[in-house]
Structures are given as structure tokens and as C-alpha cells.
């Protein structure tokens, strides 16, 4: 909408009282959605909602929203980053195949060698990206191949297998409580400590700011550089631990582990409600949108579509929720644009 | 006096003494001669004045942007700060927010030297710059919006929200204005923005708060608003900065003011015994012959016939003609759907009744390229970001327009477009480094001079032009003028414009149509119009408006 509308209404008039109430909708709607998806789902296919399934899908769903929580603080400050799908696969073999190189080397640091891959990796996004003024778009381009490069490089032809990997690490996707993995349950306390922090510290509602109008926030001294850098190194870090979790899920990891997640990742972010210009969206949505794609993927499944229109079904999706935002936006200004005399004082 | 305290914008303290000698917050009301002197004794109380800034100088490259830049507030004053285009003072503004630091020079705030490397330590000294383009955040609330950075927190850094709302709430209502703290800041008029950016200064109980270009996206009534509100402040003793284009603003609201020129100062003087030639020849360095419309222009057949036109919710009924050798200016409040209008008769917009013609040809609705087809040129208020390529060399954006001139054989010849675009500058007197740089490189009256060089190179019938000087100065705004005048005397273009600026409306309209919510309520002759009539139309009220100066102001861009 113009501002010569809005020049006339009240302010605090209840237009804008619309406007939030659609933009909260926009985050709850994609719920609502899910909700709809799965009930007809499961009326043409009553098996959908059997405990293997469920747990299937939010197995998936899990590494998806954990890496878009990352892309989200990225996402938010109009940037992005799609070497995930690449830090995940390093992160995944590097981490995995110590345990055949290291006998009876603690789980733990496992992870925390997965998720310093994912740092280091972070941190060379970031720092260009911040720092030397590169858009991280391009600049996580080159990362994208680079690490992936390097993966191929190291694995050479080989693979790590399940059976070189500990039961207890094997087992971390498999133990559930009544058929909710606890892997999900940790990340999705993850996800919610990290849309809080996101929405309640400044640190968080800087990366807003900073998408919103980069310009007005260097005017207003938020340290752009410093907290565009710290979202790329969180957002490696995640994709680090994410690759973690996607080798004990999977057990055999090769130089393809991950290969085409940041495109999926963004997707999930972009549905999810996060504007791909930055400025708005939250985590939790994004995770949503991650476990709607999951969702969608193995409705398709269960209904009997050839997986092979998976790609396809996403990318309606996508476009479906852009048009969807552009269509309420255009309505809202049009509806507004109505009311403008009405509300002459 | 509790005015020389350094935070003399604290919400608590009451207007003081000064504020007796007038009405309480009525400020536009004429000058205030007795006020200057009433200032200067508050100066006794105090450590000095406010801020100094003494033989400031910065270069940005090769340019000069500052070379002597120097000023002095005074607490409990309102100082004008006047120039031209590239006169140095945004730069300085900028050097006063910590955005640059100066190459040289010296700066004292509440008498003690500073350096303000960065926008916290222009905060920390309790200096506000409200920014010229506004800097708000659409997708944050506006408490957010008046405390990011710094706000409020409670237990585990965590940010306090409730505390947030409730002290902007406070502010908000010092300033005696509705303005949900809660509300994202998208959608917000210009005019809230601003109101935003002030209570933001309160918030930071700043002392000194610099305005620059509050007003020139206001609407009448809302620089009414905005005067009422720094009248209050500086009676508060809050020294203001309000740099302006507007003169009769700073007359309106200021007691002493700084004219620059070329980066260097030129004199700081009371208002009072001042009058507006003064400043504009320390302005430009010379006198400026503002020659009238001579009206003397042959008028000829209908161009423009607008019928009935309509579009829900934003204009309604508009009918009017222009004729060839006519320049016929729209007058009217911010919102009154000026521009709309405009936007529909080139088609940007669609329309929901009524017709548009060209030279008898009905446009089709929402369809620039027919308007484009018939004859039509088309000058957007905002040039930046409508009316040009910035980063397109000036050459190719004079060409753009005349794309089907330069055509051999399918292909747009470089050498053709080059030539196209020398004549053109040439014909516009544009002042440019090279045709093959940036239109980003030029001023802003010269980026306004290559906007209408490209519809000149169609020979249109008919010039719609939003704008035609806004943040243009003094100097090109009159050439600006002139050759609008000579394109519908000697060439016969029918051209429509729309103007915020009184003088300029009367100066160049042959007709003034004045709209007022979305209609046409009052059409004056170039011998009938004054600015006492325009703002009562416009206002929809009597004579008792006629103190106003600039009718009303323009809509902005969308935030």
C-alpha cells in the first residue's frame, strides 16, 4: 500500500489493526494448512497416520527445520545461505567415519567434531560475507561447490558404512516416545529456544532490523557486519549438527549425503512465512514449513504418486505461498485504499 | 534555569519562563522578533551554547563536500540551517549523527570537545538527527522502532516489551498525538514516521535534535503538528536544528539561521529584520529574477480531456481539459489523490469509470504504453526510484524513451543513441561529467532535467509532471521553470502538473485546479489565484488558513 493512504487514517486505526491480524494469520495459516493435508490424506488412506509413518515423517521433517532454523536468522537479515547442503555432507562423513578411525571414541565428540565443521565453515560464509561485503548469496554459491569439492575429495570413492557405526549412535533416530523420535523432541525444543531468542534478545531483533532497512540500521549504529557474521556462523554450526543427526539417521554416508537440502531448506523457510527479503518470519514457522514439506512428500507416497513428483508438488507449494502473500498484500492495500475516506477524521 | 542542565528535554521538567512570552504551542502564527533576545538570556544560565561546530571540513574523494562547515545552537533555540543543493548540509548533519567524522575541525557539545565516531556516540552526547529520508524499520513496531538499539531489558537481557510500549506510550502522549506503540511500523504515513523519529529523540531525552527536511514530505496541517512540537520542545530548551528549502518555514519557526554555500558558512543572523531575498541571495551568491508567467501564450485545441474519471476509494468524478500551450497545475492536501489521478491518466494505475482522451483518441485504461503511443510524457515525483535508471549510463536513459527512433535494422545503434542524447543534454543545458556515466552521478536538478529530456525526445502532446522541483534548488528550479514555460509557449505542449510549493503554483499555472478528498473542488485563473484561495479550497475551509505557506505536501514514496 502507499503511504498517501495511510496519510489520512488514524494512526492505530483499526486498518492497521487488519494488517496485524493478517500477518499473525500468515504464521498460524500454514498450520491450518497441514492440519487440512493431513486429515484428507488420511481419509483416502486411513494408514497414513499409523505410528511407523508419523514417525517417518517427522524423522524427516526433523534435519529439514533444524538446518531452517539457521536459514532463518540468515534469511532475516537479507542475506542467504546455501552451502548447508554442503556443510551437512562434510560434517556427516568427516564426524561418522571417526568412529572407525577412532576406536571407542565418545558419541559427544562426535558431535562437537560435526558441529566445529560446521563453525569453520560458517565462519568463512560470514567473513566474506560481512566483512569483505561479498552478497552471501554468491558467496555461499562458491561455498556450496567448494565444500562439496572437498567432501568428494576426502571420501575419494569410498562410503561410510552402518555397520562400522556404534548401536548407540544408530539408535538415536530410532528411540521414540509414542512414535515421536526424541531427536525431534530435542531439536524442537531447539527450534523454540531459538525463536524466543530471535524474538526477545536485541541481538535477535537486530537481524530484523537489519532486513527490514539496512540502510536505517547503520544510520541507528546496530553493528551490521558483526551480527550478519555471528547468523552465518550459527547457520554452519546447525547444518554441522544437522549432519550429525543425518549420519546416525542414515548410517551409510557418502560423498552425495546432503546434496540439494539448501534448496529444499529455503523452500521450507520461504512457505513457512519467512519474506525472502528479510525483516519478517520466524523459526518456528520455518519449521513448520519443513514438516508440511515432509508431509506433503510422503502423503504422496502413501496416496500412491510416483515420488518423482515430489519436486514438482514443492515447487507449487512455493509458488502457491509467495501468491498467496502477494494476493493478501494487494487485497489489504485495496481494502485499505476503500476505507481511506471512511476513516477521514 | 533548569534549561542549562544537559538534559533539557527530560519528559518531567515543565516549560519554563520563555514559553510565557507566547501562546503555548502555537508557533506558525508569524515571526517572533522578541524571542531571539530571550534566548540569548538563557545562554547566561548555561555553560555556553548548546553545540558549536568550528571550520569543519570533509572530502569525500576528490569532492569537497565541507570545506568550512561551522555552526552554533543555542539552547532553547530553533536554528535554521539554509542552502542550496550540495551547499554541505547534509554532510554536515551527517557529521553531527557520527555517520562521518570530519577530516578537521572542532566539535563542542555542552562545552566539552567531542568525537562522534559512530551514531552511540552521537547519542551518548544528546544529539537526535531525525534523517531526511526517514529511517524506520516497516517490519518492526514502532516501539521497536523508537527504542532499537537500546532497549529496555529485564531479567537474562531478555527485552522488556511491557516496559517498551508503556514508556512510548508516555512519550506519545507528551507529544498529544495517537500512535499505537504496538502496530508495525509498515503502512505508517510519513508524517506518523516522523512523529516516530521524534518521539524517539524524546525517549533518548535528547537535548540537541536535528531535523533535516522534516517537512518536505508533509501535508499543511501536519507541518502545523510538527511546528507545534518543536515550538514545545525548544520551550523546553531543547536546542533544534531544522534545515528546511521551505524559507518561510525557518521565518515561521526558527529564531536565528546559518545559510551556507559551496561547503563554507556564510553568515548566521537573526531572523528578525531578515527577509526571504536575504537568504536566498546568501544562497545562491547572487539574485535570483523570479520572472512571472507572462500568460501570454497562445492557447490552442484540447489535449487532455479527463471525463468523469474515477477510482474507488481514491478519486471520484474528476473532469477537466489542458490544451495545447496550457500549463494547468493540480493543487491540493497530501492524500487528496493529486497523483492518483495523474497515475491514472498515464495509465499506471487502472481506472475504474470515466475516460481519458488524447487529442480526441480515448486512452485505454492501465496502459502506459498506449498513453506513451498517443503523445503522453510522464515526470514521476519520486525520479530516483521512477523516473530514471540510476545505474544506467545518461545517455541510454535520455534514449530510453525513443528506443523506436533509433532502431536500423531491428538493432539500437550506439552511435545514433549517443548523438540523440548530446542534443538533448545540450538543448536541457545539462551539466554532466560524461554521457556515458551513471545518472546516479548527476544532482538532483539535473537528474530532473534528464527525466524530462527523455520524454522531450518523443515531441509529446502532453507532459504530466508530478514534482517538478521537489529537493531541487533554487538556481535549477528556475530554469526547471523556465523551460516548462517555453516548451508550452514556443512548442505548444499541453502540460499538467502538480505542485506543492504556493509560489510555484502561482507563478506557473495559466489554470490551478484544486482537489480536496479525491475531487475537483475549485478551478482558479492564472488572474483569479491566490494562496489565501488555494489553501481555503483545499482545506475545505475559510480565509482563516491564509498564515500557511506551502499548501500541503506531497506523497512520498511508499515506505
Redesign the interface.
Known amino acids: 500500500?502507499?503511504?498517501?493512504?495511510?496519510?489520512?487514517?488514524?494512526?492505530?486505526g483499526s486498518?492497521?489493526?487488519l494488517?496485524?491480524m493478517v500477518?499473525r494469520l500468515r504464521e498460524y495459516g500454514i498450520i491450518v494448512v497441514l492440519i487440512i493435508f493431513i486429515a484428507v490424506t488420511t481419509s483416502i488412506q486411513p494408514r497414513f497416520l499409523g505410528e511407523q509413518n508419523i514417525k517417518f515423517v517427522l524423522l524427516n521433517a526433523t534435519i529439514y527445520a533444524l538446518l531452517a532454523l539457521g536459514e532463518t536468522m540468515v534469511v532475516v537479515s537479507r542475506q542467504m545461505d546455501l552451502s548447508v547442503g554442503s556443510v551437512l555432507g562434510l560434517s556427516a562423513y568427516v564426524s561418522s567415519n571417526l568412529f572407525g578411525q577412532v576406536h571407542g571414541i565418545p558419541i559427544p565428540v562426535v558431535f562437537l567434531v560435526g558441529i566445529g565443521i560446521g563453525f569453520v565453515c560458517g565462519v568463512v560464509n560470514g567473513a566474506i560475507t560481512a566483512f569483505a561485503r561479498v552478497p552471501g548469496l554468491v558467496v555461499t554459491l562458491a561455498t556450496l561447490y567448494i565444500i562439496r569439492g572437498v567432501d568428494i575429495s576426502i571420501i575419494g570413492g569410498g562410503e561410510v558404512v552402518a555397520s562400522s557405526l556404534p548401536a548407540h549412535f544408530s539408535a538415536i533416530g530410532s528411540d521414540s516416545v509414542v512414535g515421536v523420535p526424541y531427536v525431534t523432541i530435542c531439536v524442537a525444543i531447539v527450534i523454540a529456544i531459538g525463536t524466543y531468542s530471535l524474538r526477545?534478545?536485541?541481538a535477535g531483533?537486530?537481524l530484523?532490523?537489519i532486513?527490514?532497512?539496512p540502510?536505517?540500521?547503520?544510520?541507528?549504529?546496530?553493528p551490521i557486519a558483526r551480527r550478519v557474521f555471528s547468523a552465518y556462523v550459527i547457520s554452519g554450526a546447525i547444518a554441522g549438527l544437522a549432519g550429525v543427526i543425518w549420519a546416525s539417521f542414515y548410517g551409510t554416508v557418502d560423498s552425495t549425503a546432503g546434496t540439494g537440502y539448501e534448496l529444499t531448506v529455503v523452500t521450507a523457510v520461504v512457505v513457512g512465512g519467512v519474506?525472502i527479503f528479510g525483516?519478517?518470519g520466524s523459526a518456528a514457522g520455518a519449521a513448520f514449513g519443513a514438516l508440511l514439506l515432509s508431509t506433503i512428500a510422503t502423503a504422496l507416497y502413501a496416496l500412491g504418486v510416483s515420488p518423482f513428483w515430489d519436486p514438482a508438488f514443492d515447487g507449487l507449494l512455493l509458488v502457491l505461498a509467495i501468491t498467496l502473500d502477494r494476493g493478501i498484500a494487494l487485497r489489504l492495500a485495496?481494502v485499505?485504499?476503500?476505507?481511506?475516506?471512511r476513516h477521514?477524521p | 534555569m533548569t534549561v542549562a542542565s544537559p538534559t533539557p528535554g527530560d519528559p518531567t521538567s515543565s516549560p519554563h519562563g520563555s514559553a510565557d512570552q507566547e501562546e503555548e504551542g502555537s508557533s506558525i502564527d508569524g515571526a517572533q522578533p522578541a524571542v531571539v533576545d530571550d534566548v540569548l538570556g538563557l545562554g547566561e544560565g548555561a555553560s555556553g551554547p548548546a553545540l558549536v561546530l568550528e571550520h569543519t571540513t570533509k572530502s569525500f574523494g576528490a569532492v569537497h563536500a565541507l570545506v568550512d562547515g561551522s555552526i552554533e545552537l543555542h539552547w532553547g533555540e530553533t536554528h535554521g540551517l539554509v542552502g542550496e543543493n550540495g551547499a554541505g548540509k547534509s554532510t554536515l548533519v551527517k557529521i553531527l549523527a557520527g555517520v562521518h567524522l570530519p577530516d578537521s575541525g572542532r566539535l563542542v557539545v555542552n562545552g566539552r570537545e567531542v568525537r562522534l565516531d559512530g551514531p552511540a556516540a552521537s547519542r551518548a552526547v544528546g544529539i537526535a538527527v531525525i534523517h531526511q529520508e526517514a529511517s524506520v524499520f516497516p517490519d518492526l513496531s514502532v516501539a521497536e522502532n523508537v527504542f532499537i538499539g537500546r532497549e529496555p531489558l529485564r531479567s537474562g537481557r531478555r527485552i522488556d516489551f511491557k516496559t517498551m510500549n508503556e514508556e512510548i506510550a508516555v512519550v506519545v502522549d507528551r507529544l498529544g498525538v495517537r500512535l499505537d506503540p504496538r502496530r508495525i511500523a509498515k503502512g505508517l504515513s510519513v508524517a506518523d514516521q516522523q512523529i516516530m523519529e521524534i518521539a524517539k529523540a524524546l525517549s533518548l531525552k535528547a537535548s540537541i535534535i536535528v531535523m533535516d527536511e522534516p517537512t518536505a514530505a508533509l501535508s499543511a496541517h501536519e507541518v502545523d503538528r510538527l511546528f507545534e512540537i518543536v515550538e514545545l520542545l525548544r520551550c523546553e530548551g531543547t536546542a533544534v536544528l531544522f534545515i528546511s528549502h521551505r524559507l518561510q518555514e525557518v521565518f515561521d519557526v526558527c529564531q536565528r539561521v546559518t545559510v551556507m554555500r559551496d561547503g563554507r558558512h556564510v553568515f548566521t543572523k537573526p531572523l528578525a529584520g531578515l527577509v526571504a531575498d536575504d537568504l536566498v541571495q546568501a544562497m545562491v551568491g547572487r539574485e535570483v529574477v523570479d520572472r512571472a508567467a507572462g500568460g501570454s501564450q497562445q492557447i490552442g485545441d484540447v489535449v487532455l480531456a479527463v471525463d468523469h474519471l474515477s477510482r474507488e476509494g481514491v478519486f471520484t468524478d474528476v473532469s477537466f481539459t489542458v490544451r495545447s500551450g496550457e500549463i494547468v497545475v493540480l493543487a491540493g492536501l497530501v492524500g487528496s489523490g493529486r497523483s492518483e489521478v495523474a497515475r491514472a491518466i498515464f495509465g499506471i494505475d487502472r481506472r475504474d469509470a470515466g475516460s481519458v482522451s488524447i487529442n480526441g483518441r480515448r486512452l485505454r485504461s492501465g496502459s502506459p504504453i498506449d498513453a506513451i503511443a498517443a503523445g503522453v510524457g510522464f515526470v514521476p515525483e519520486d525520479r530516483r526510484q521512477q523516473g530514471l535508471v540510476m545505474a544506467m549510463a545518461i545517455d541510454r536513459n535520455i534514449a530510453l524513451a525513443s528506443h523506436d527512433h533509433l532502431k536500423r535494422k531491428g538493432l539500437i545503434w550506439g552511435a545514433l543513441e549517443r548523438d540523440f542524447a548530446a542534443d538533448w543534454a545540450s538543448r536541457l543545458r545539462l551539466k554532466y561529467g560524461k554521457l556515458s556515466g551513471n545518472a546516479s552521478t548527476l544532482s538532483g536538478g539535473n537528474q530532473q532535467k534528464l527525466v524530462l529530456a527523455k520524454w522531450l525526445g518523443r515531441n509529446p502532446s502532453l507532459l504530466v509532471i508530478d514534482e517538478p522541483t521537489r529537493g531541487i534548488d533554487v538556481a535549477t528550479k528556475a530554469e526547471v521553470h523556465r523551460l516548462l514555460e517555453r516548451l508550452a509557449a514556443e512548442e505548444g505542449v499541453a502540460i499538467l502538473m502538480i505542485s506543492s510549493e504556493l509560489p510555484e503554483v502561482l507563478r506557473m499555472g495559466n489554470r490551478t485546479l484544486v482537489m480536496r478528498e479525491g475531487q475537483l473542488v475549485a478551478e482558479f485563473s492564472h488572474s483569479e489565484v491566490s494562496e489565501e484561495r488555494i489553501v481555503a479550497a483545499a482545506t475545505g475551509q475559510h480565509q482563516d488558513a491564509g498564515s500557511l505557506v506551502t499548501t500541503d505536501a506531497v506523497g512520498p514514496g511508499a515506505a
Open positions: 500500500m502507499s503511504s498517501q493512504d495511510a496519510a489520512l487514517v488514524p494512526a492505530g486498518p492497521q489493526r494488517v496485524d500477518f526477545s534478545f536485541r531483533r537486530e530484523y532490523a532486513g527490514s532497512n540502510e536505517a540500521a547503520r544510520l541507528v549504529g546496530i519474506a525483516g519478517s485495496a485499505m485504499r476503500k476505507r481511506t475516506f477521514e
